[in-house]
């Protein structure tokens, strides 16, 4: 697709406006409602009971209220400080004091007394260590699969600085998902992502797809690119052959954080579901509260029956 044809598809679709964070409310398609109700306390207190950190709370994620309530949460392992500064998350930057080496079983216990059938994990980054945290990663798979063999496991992992032998310890692990974000497009990584690497992302995605697991990846709108870009980018993921995309709008967790550089009206997130749909991936979910765990049994039940 050339660019001027690009921008003729979006030329229908109400312009965002260009903004700075803390001058304009978020639009009303962003209002979320507030976390209550016993599905939400009784997450809370597994969650607290078994010494566990959500992505759900870390990332400071809009989706807290409507995920909790309906006794859902993402898991977030190898502690809650990471060795890396993305510009746009809210997890602590630090170096990690040590490894949890009871949390891959805790987690179990945690997932089986969910009761989910489908669960997602992710870590922070772990570069200090030789494996990136692989070991911790592999096991824990194995303690859910132990305890809950019934449960469909997504994991949304990190790059391992490039370790594709941390990546095959995961990978012989054979998640039912394994979901590996780019974040953003590459012009932007320098900013968004500084010590990431977008061909090294690509790398591993292509990786896991050779391996025969079912790939999945996303990134966030309204950091800076165009809609052209998140077309150009969709197609380099599937260059790789992902199968399973998500795209949902940036919002800035603090004032330390990227500003937003526009909110994506829903219409242009259709559009771009649209469009990645006609490119061959089997699902894309695309909305401005869309989070690669939000509703994620729903996003890859085509492929993975939970
Ligand atoms: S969308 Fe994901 S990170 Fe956000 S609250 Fe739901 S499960 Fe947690």
């Known amino acids: 697709m050339n660019p001027k044809k690009n921008a003729d598809i979006f030329v229908d679709i109400k312009p965002a406006p260009k903004v700075a964070a ?19 306390k009784k997450v809370k207190n597994i969650i607290e ?27 977030m392992i190898l502690g809650n400080v990471c060795t890396r500064s993305c510009g746009f998350c809210n997890v602590i930057t630090g170096r990690p004091t040590e490894l949890d080496l009871d949390e891959p079983q805790r987690v179990a216990e945690a997932v089986d007394l969910m009761q989910l059938s489908y669960v997602v994990i992710t870590s922070v980054n772990r570069d200090e260590l030789k494996d990136g945290g692989a070991s911790v990663w592999a096991e824990t798979i194995k303690q859910v699969r132990q305890r809950c063999p019934e449960t469909k496991i997504e994991v949304l992992i990190p790059d391992f600085c490039g370790n594709w032998d941390a990546l095959k310890t995961v990978v012989s692990e054979k998640p ?34 050779e391996a025969g697991l079912v790939s999945k990846s996303g990134f966030m709108v309204g950091l800076g690119e165009t809609d052209e870009e998140v077309v150009e980018l969709m197609k380099e993921l599937k260059a790789v052959n992902v199968d399973l995309v998500t795209i949902g709008q940036y919002m800035q967790p603090t004032h330390d954080h990227l500003n937003v550089e526009r909110w994506v009206h829903p219409d242009t997130f259709n559009k771009y579901r649209e469009i990645g749909l006609s490119m061959g991936f089997e699902n894309v979910f695309s909305g401005p509260l869309v989070r690669s765990s939000y509703h994620a049994g729903e996003q890859s039940a085509k492929l993975v029956s939970a």
């Open 176 to 209: 039912d998902v394994l979901n590996h974000n780019v974040e953003t497009i590459p012009r932007l990584y320098l900013k968004v992502r500084p010590q990431g690497n977008f061909q090294r992302s690509l790398d591993l995605l292509r990786q896991v797809k």
């Open 49 to 75: 009971t078994y010494k566990l950190n959500t992505v759900c709370e870390s990332a400071a994620c809009p989706n807290r209220g409507e995920c909790w309530s309906s006794s859902t949460a993402t898991f």
């Open 22 to 40: 803390e001058s304009v409310r978020k639009p009303d398609w962003l209002k979320v409602s507030l976390p209550t109700g016993t599905g939400y």
